[in-house]
């Protein structure tokens, strides 16, 4: 319901939003009228609505497919939409949905789970399940972060690494068992089809009940997106508030999750798009994002049901993500400075006493971990130590892996600290660029359209699916000097965009998912002498030119204005830190594939050990992160020989405790 | 248990003169067993069917549950992942030659030994001729020729049976799903193997729909809903037991007319993009599990 006694301020704030809802509902109005008159004449729809004649299969048709799949559209929609908005309020993050807060990934880890191990416990619905995931990947969220009061940015943090955590386990869960797990990605890629009434009649409760409770719930909402110490003033328990809201935007969530699969972007891009369009009150926001929501994924659908069913029948989820990413990168540039956005650095950390001898140990320890990747193994004669000299026979195979898990780690890593210091947000980290999805779409696209495509085939794809996102970048950023919080969300608009299509891919029951899988996990099991050549060279010469920003470095987290001050121009030093960092994300995704997690976690462990100035912390991270993917990868091919699991997937599984844990404690 | 490994020396020969051609490997076929690895469960199957033992196969536990035919001898190594087949213990079995599944990535392999993909499906053909051709195509690299022309000449005779058997049967098409979540499933058209076999026993697919390259497609109820109302439901899966767990798995499936009336057969999993040996396994199990006499409703 349009809000129609409230007297907006200066510029109506709720007019723009309305025209925005009108137009997008108007158009899938248009379609599904369309749709209707093509299966049944006018004079029978109200027939077909309420009371179908059971004998008229066109009716039955209409009643049971056509109808109440429009009635799921608008209910998922709202329910995201409003979930959406009330996690971005709580979180004051413009990328918080209830996806941010790890939810999908547990509700479908829970499901992989549950089929290959409980069948029986489908069999009282899945519904149930997904919701036990969601909860328990929120409960892991809000453990991490409780000792900082669920700060948002500690939450988005913990939210991220729990989705992360759980993402890896599940792509574990589907190397190993993926022929017992094709249901689940025929159900996780978002389709829309309905088979009867029953799955509106099980959202529609749902979607009033958490209505009503956000409703009764605006004025702390409102006073949560003050800072935490004027909220606290103003007498209000922050974290009760923050739970309460958050419990009811998951729920709502997890239930649709559970209804249709994953819909990404509609939770993410209404109250974003109603928010950049005026509605700046939460008040406003809490009215129009479900409303857009819903509008937005009717018309979606209306536009998936123009499309000619072939065999890879288009969920709708994936749709929206494709559909909404160009919106939002249209509406960016409305995007007011603060109106979601606050900047909150990470929480400081003691300076090491002597960073040098910090950075000889590692070195040092790195050094060794090479030497043992390729002298130690288990292989077809049991574990065997090759010492010095016997390092060659094997060389051919190992040695490509070890540099390639070397490199790529190294760089992955000083990308992730480049990010995190320019954007000055703890959740950077490479992907968030939308760098690594381009290249991995690239890969993917070549894929399905060649029989068996060549390495060469593979990396040149590769390498113009990541150009063609950087040039997007770029056009987008250089309006607005390359602002951090519009990088992200162009980024993340990119990866959702990115999710879809895998989803899609998974479902089509490919058996080349296999291969796509491994290199969706960060395997460097294809890397050949050459390549890893090239590829060391590569590492190497950025490395050699990474240390030339390290003075841009330790000024940018200061702030925008400090960094002026001081004599930098702003957008020039982002423009080449963000390109540096680009750069360093595609050359590893093209080889590795892009699971990056240790760009996120190598940056964080080397700050958290003390490396403060930024030419340490850059040295300490590329060391970490090398380090870490190399173990990895030795791991990887050693403990569970002959099979062998991706290095990527593998430094996520054992790394990301390990983070856990240094977080927990601080 | 396992045939004495090769020293290095012998290994690096082995390779040297397996990169030298395969001319070597063909004159060789009056020799027991030719040192083949297979790194795809499709050509495994039909190695194995043409009497070669391979050297190692990926995820052979799984081999035996999802494939089961021809069954695999014990002397098989495992080799890991399908998506990844470990390099090192190839090298260390030192193959004359891999055999590959059309779609993988092979350019790891061929610096082992020299690779033969085997593709039993190609666009543009229809699959019973395509996997005739990859049987024999893979048989004269190994000089099987004559084991080749018996394989085939046996798959037209099981075939026959099959048709056979299923003479008497007048149910309605057949739809066939191997997999199903919620309300999408994963269904066979007109271009999967399967539908030869249907061509052959004289029985319809139901499903008429387009498919990807392998044959199969992923649609919703509301399509498989709108099948030819006689339609009989096949599950080519052995995770489910019988009918009534299946629909009590998933409940929104009650509302189709042919799980109404309990119009399923369950047979078990096959290879949908194996050749020969998973066409054979096919039709016997219809045969099995339709044919008049044996009204198995699981």
């Known amino acids: 319901m349009p809000p129609v006694g409230e007297r907006p301020e200066p510029r109506a704030g709720w007019q723009r939003p309305a025209l925005i809802v009108l137009a997008l509902a108007l158009a899938a109005l248009a379609l599904a009228l369309r749709d209707l008159a093509l299966r049944l004449p006018p004079g029978q729809w109200g027939a077909a609505l309420l009371a179908p004649d059971a004998t008229d299969t066109r009716q039955m048709l209409v009643h049971l497919t056509v109808m109440p799949r429009i009635a799921v559209a608008l209910l998922c929609g709202a329910g995201l939409g409003l979930a959406g908005a009330v996690c971005q309020q709580v979180l004051r993050n413009p990328l918080a949905e209830p996806t941010t807060l790890g939810i999908s990934a547990g509700a479908s880890l829970a499901l992989s789970a549950a089929t290959l191990w409980a069948p029986g416990l489908l069999a009282y619905g899945r519904e149930g399940v997904a919701l036990a995931g969601s909860f ?13 009061a ?15 955590y759980c993402g890896a386990l599940a792509s574990a869960l589907s190397l190993f068992h993926r022929d017992y797990l094709i249901g689940i990605y025929l159900w996780g890629a978002g389709f829309l089809s309905q088979q009867g009434w029953g799955v509106a009649a099980f959202l529609l409760p749902r979607l009033g009940v958490a209505a009503f409770l956000i409703a009764l719930m605006v004025r702390p909402l409102t006073l949560l997106g003050l800072d935490d110490e004027a909220a606290r003033n103003l007498g209000l328990g922050l974290t009760g508030a923050r739970l309460a809201a958050l419990v009811v935007a998951v729920s709502l969530s997890a239930a649709v999750t559970s209804a249709v699969g994953v819909i990404g972007f509609v939770g993410l891009a209404a109250p974003a798009i109603v928010a950049i369009a005026g509605a700046r009150r939460l008040r406003d926001r809490l009215v129009w994002a479900p409303l857009c929501g819903a509008a937005l994924l009717w018309l979606t659908d209306g536009l998936v049901l123009l499309i000619p069913t072939g065999y890879r029948e288009v969920p709708t989820g994936a749709a929206t993500a494709l559909l909404g990413a160009p919106v939002m990168l249209a509406l960016l540039p409305r995007l007011r400075k603060g109106v979601l956005w606050r900047a909150e650095p990470a929480a400081a950390v003691p300076r090491a006493a002597r960073p040098g001898l910090v950075l000889a140990a590692g070195a040092g320890l790195l050094a060794l971990a090479l030497w043992g990747a390729l002298a130690f193994a288990y292989g077809p004669r049991g574990w065997s130590w090759a010492g010095l000299t016997g390092i060659a026979e094997m060389l051919p195979w190992r040695g490509p892996r070890v540099a390639a898990a070397l490199a790529a780690g190294a760089m992955l890593a000083m990308a992730g600290m480049l990010l995190q210091r320019m954007m000055n947000n703890p959740m950077a980290s490479p992907e968030v660029l939308g760098v690594s999805s381009g290249a991995a779409l690239g890969v993917i696209v070549a894929l399905f359209l060649t029989e068996a495509p060549s390495r060469v085939v593979q990396l040149a794809a590769g390498t113009a699916g990541a150009f063609a996102v950087l040039l997007g970048i770029l056009v987008l950023g250089r309006r607005d000097a390359f602002s951090p919080e519009r990088l992200l969300l162009a980024g993340v608009a990119t990866s959702a965009a990115f999710g879809a299509i895998v989803a899609v891919a998974m479902a089509t029951g490919d058996p080349r998912v296999g291969t796509l899988l491994t290199w969706l996990a960060g395997s460097t099991y294809g890397v050949d002498p050459g390549e890893a050549a090239g590829f060391l060279a590569a590492a190497a010469i950025l490395a050699g030119l990474a240390p030339m920003l390290a003075r841009w470095l330790d000024i940018l987290p200061l702030g925008a204005a400090t960094a002026q001050a001081v004599g930098l121009h702003v957008p020039r030093v982002r423009l080449v830190v963000m390109l540096a960092a680009a750069v360093m994300t595609a050359v590893p995704t093209l080889v590795v594939g892009p699971l990056s997690f240790v760009g996120l976690m190598a940056p964080h462990i080397a700050r958290l050990i003390g490396l403060q100035r930024a030419l340490h912390h850059l040295v300490g991270a590329a060391i970490l992160g090398a380090l870490l993917l190399t173990l990895a990868d030795w791991a990887g091919r050693t403990i569970i020989f002959p099979y062998q699991m991706p290095a990527g997937l593998l430094a996520t599984v054992i790394g990301g405790p390990y983070l856990m844990w240094l977080l927990r404690r601080r | 248990m396992r045939a004495p490994r090769p020293s290095r020396r012998e290994a690096v020969a082995a390779i040297l003169a397996a990169g030298a051609g395969l001319h070597p490997a063909r004159n060789a076929a009056a020799a027991p067993m030719p040192r083949v690895a297979a790194a795809g469960w499709a050509g495994a199957q039909t190695l194995l069917a043409l009497g070669v033992v391979p050297l190692a196969l990926p995820e052979i536990a799984r081999y035996r549950a999802l494939v089961a035919e021809p069954p695999l001898p014990e002397s098989v190594q495992e080799l890991g992942l399908r998506s990844e087949p470990n390099l090192e213990l190839l090298t260390a079995l030192a193959p004359h030659l891999i055999v590959a599944d059309a779609g993988s990535v092979t350019s790891p392999l061929a610096r082992i030994a020299p690779v033969a993909t085997f593709a039993p499906l190609r666009p543009g053909r229809r699959p019973a001729e395509a996997a005739r051709e990859a049987t024999l195509a893979l048989a004269a690299r190994l000089g099987r020729d004559a084991e080749a022309q018996s394989l085939i000449a046996a798959h037209e005779a099981r075939l026959a049976g099959a048709a056979e058997r299923l003479s008497g049967d007048r149910g309605g098409p057949l739809c066939l799903v191997s997999d199903a979540f919620g309300n999408r499933a994963l269904v066979f058209g007109g271009n999967s193997l399967y539908q030869d076999v249907l061509d052959r026993v004289g029985l319809r697919n139901a499903f008429t729909g387009a498919t990807s390259a392998w044959g199969h497609a992923t649609v919703g109820l509301d399509q498989l809903a709108a099948l030819d109302p006689t339609t009989r439901l096949v599950l080519l ?19 189709l007319p042919f799980l109404r009336e309990e119009r399923v057969t369950v047979l078990a999993d096959i290879l949908f993009y194996g050749g020969l040996p998973s066409a054979d396994r096919f039709a016997r199990l219809l045969a099995e599990r339709l044919a008049p006499g044996n009204a198995a409703r699981g």
Request: aromatic content about 10%.
């Open chain 1, 136 to 148: 328990a990947a929120l409960l892991f969220v809000f453990g991490l972060a409780w000792r900082r």
């Open chain 1, 150 to 164: 669920l700060s948002p940015v500690s939450l988005v943090l913990a939210g991220l690494i729990v989705t992360l």
């Open chain 2, 237 to 255: 899966t052995s995770r489910v037991p019988d009918a009534r767990t299946f629909l009590a798995l998933r409940p929104l499936w009650r509302t």
